[in-house]
């Protein structure tokens, strides 16, 4: 990948969030300015961007080695942890599955199921899933289906009546 036009950090960020299949706001300032400082870095970026856990701890190092400064326009704030890997993923969903078998196959009502979703989708958590492993496994789309914090697929999680959202949001919203 070419470095892009130096003049322009919009257009820098969108750029190469684009050719790293990432929100631009993940792309800060200090990712930026490591790039410029070592386009080997633009590299590795590129060689692990279909790894999301190797991708979030390189743009982590990037925020750390400069201060952690965010980019136009973002406050910093806490980053969200990483995404779980396939390993991991395979674990949740073999252990969700044992707790739906287990439960008599149970799956909450047609209405239960649209107020999860309305909830997950107004959640600031709901992410368009990588583009590795698991999730192509799973036919992913390029929509926001997967939620940040556990990494599931909300649309097929929301019918599960074994489980519920990590961050307590479905109770709330259903009572």
């Not at 969030?17 to 990432?22: D, N, Q, S, T």
């Not at 395979?90 to 969700?96: E, F, H, N």
């Not at 196959?105 to 600031?124: H, K, N, S």
Request: charged fraction near 25%; aromatic fraction near 4%; glycine fraction near 10%.
């Amino acid at each position: 990948m070419d470095t892009p036009d130096p003049t322009n950090l919009p257009a820098r960020r969108e750029e190469i969030a684009l050719k790293l299949g990432l929100a631009s706001e993940r792309v800060t300032d200090s990712v930026i300015e490591q790039i410029a400082d070592d386009p080997l870095f633009l590299h590795h970026l590129e060689l692990c961007k279909d790894q999301p856990e190797m991708l979030d701890m390189l743009l982590g190092e990037s925020n750390d080695r400069n201060g952690g400064k965010a980019g136009i326009g973002l406050s910093a704030s806490p980053q969200r942890p990483p995404a779980p890997g396939n390993a991991e993923l395979l674990g949740r969903a073999g252990a969700a599955l044992g707790r739906w078998i287990a439960s008599g196959f149970g799956r909450v009502t047609d209405d239960e199921y649209r107020a999860r979703l309305a909830t997950c989708g107004e959640c600031e958590h709901l992410t368009v899933p990588p583009r590795a492993g698991f999730y192509r496994l799973m036919g992913a789309t390029d929509e926001k289906t997967v939620c940040g914090l556990c990494g599931c697929d909300t649309r097929r999680k929301a019918w599960l009546a074994t489980e519920q959202c990590p961050d307590h949001r479905w109770k709330a919203a259903t009572g």
